[in-house]
T-cell receptor, first 115, second 114 residues
Framework: GENVEQHPSTLSVQEGDSAVIKCTYS??????FPWYKQELGKGPQLIID?????GEKKDQRIAVTLNKTAKHFSLHITETQPEDSAVYFC??????????????FGTGTRLTIIP | EPEVTQTPSHQVTQMGQEVILRCVPI?????FYWYRQILGQKVEFLVS????????KSEIFDDQFSVERPDGSNFTLKIRSTKLEDSAMYFC????????????FGPGTRLTVT
């Protein structure tokens, strides 16, 4: 089955700097890669996703890049703010015509923004 | 904005007891999921459900677990005889058919088995 590795496990950056979180996946059939933000005591919140037919997607300060050949995708947060502090999870899935299959999550990155 | 809701937020039960965790998915969604997260660990898939039947289940989802959509709005996870290792956060998620396949998660139910 799919295995998703995520690095680093913890990341501290100064407010205003950029943060990068990296994930690799093992199943070449995976074609959908969401990123979730989890704040303390809450459920994972979808923040951005990318499908395998594109290499990069951006939404304001957040961007995701995908390298299908290397089976590698990354989350980039620019101009970080204190409210970006949270645990971030990457995930991989196979989209089919019938809907998503299960999400396989990475181990999470605890991001701390230092004011 | 529509959201997935879950009840209760926290459930404490004794080992061997049955628990039912409840979820109300987003109203126009057709695919439903349960995941769990043991404290400090990654989120793990348990089961997916579509058209009133299980689509896929993980090895965690053994005979003590069952899911049901008893009416048009609720989606439940039942654990028949809880074990200490069932203590975790349980998240319900739903996704829409068609162009959008994003899974939206509820706030979770913290299950504590004593």
């Amino acid at each position: 089955g799919e295995n998703v590795e995520q690095h680093p496990s913890t990341l501290s950056v100064q407010e205003g700097d950029s943060a990068v979180i990296k994930c690799t996946y093992s199943d070449s059939a995976s074609n959908y890669f969401p990123w979730y933000k989890q704040e303390l005591g809450k459920g994972p919140q979808l923040i951005i996703d990318i499908r395998s037919n594109v290499g990069e997607k951006k939404d304001q300060r957040i961007a995701v890049t995908l390298n299908k050949t290397a089976k590698h995708f990354s989350l980039h947060i620019t101009e970080t703010q204190p409210e970006d502090s949270a645990v971030y999870f990457c995930a991989a899935s196979i989209e089919s015509n019938f809907g998503n299959e299960k999400l396989t999550f990475g181990t999470g990155t605890r991001l701390t923004i230092i004011p | 904005e529509p959201e997935v809701t879950q009840t209760p937020s926290h459930q404490v039960t004794q080992m061997g007891q049955e628990v039912i965790l409840r979820c109300v998915p987003i109203s126009n969604h057709l695919y439903f999921y349960w995941y769990r997260q043991i404290l400090g660990q990654k989120v793990e898939f348990l089961v997916s459900f579509y058209n009133n039947e299980i689509s896929e289940k993980s090895e965690i989802f053994d005979d003590q677990f069952s899911v049901e959509r008893p009416d048009g709005s609720n989606f439940t996870l039942k654990i028949r005889s809880t074990k200490l290792e069932d203590s975790a956060m349980y998240f319900c998620a739903s996704s829409e058919s068609g162009r959008s396949y994003e899974q939206y998660f509820g706030p979770g139910t913290r299950l504590t088995v004593t």
